[in-house]
């Protein structure tokens, strides 16, 4: 019997927990290394991002993001109800709850 199983993720989750730009990833596996929750596990095919295999067991700490050589390769893909924030109108700039220095929300009265 000679037959290849695969492992591949689970398109019908509910979160992607983490993304990666195939632009940019080289493939280097920092991220499955410092993983405190073994999410994701290296790609069979060489210089490919890590394969998401649990991402619902992502509890979202960044180590992957933080730990990773290459800024921009991947980055956190919070869930809905954990994505809190706001933005400024002016520049652009968004800010969320938790980061540090994080300028006053606006407390005008909304319009209409």
């Known amino acids: 019997m000679k037959k290849k199983a695969y492992m591949v ?41 890590p394969i998401v295999l649990y991402p619902d ?24 109800n954990q994505r809190v924030g706001w933005k400024r109108k002016e520049t652009g700039e968004y800010f969320r709850a938790g980061m540090k220095n994080p300028p006053p929300p606006n407390k005008r009265p909304a319009v209409g």
Do not use: Q, W
């Open 57 to 80: 067991e992502c509890y979202f700490c960044g180590d992957c993001e933080i730990y990773c050589p290459l800024p921009g390769a991947n980055k956190m893909v919070f869930p809905l």
């Open 9 to 49: 993720h689970n398109p019908l989750t509910p979160s992607k927990a983490v993304e990666f730009d195939p632009e940019i990833c080289t493939g280097c596996n920092a991220c499955v290394e410092v993983c405190r929750m073994d999410v994701m596990i290296p790609n069979p095919e060489k210089g490919k991002p």
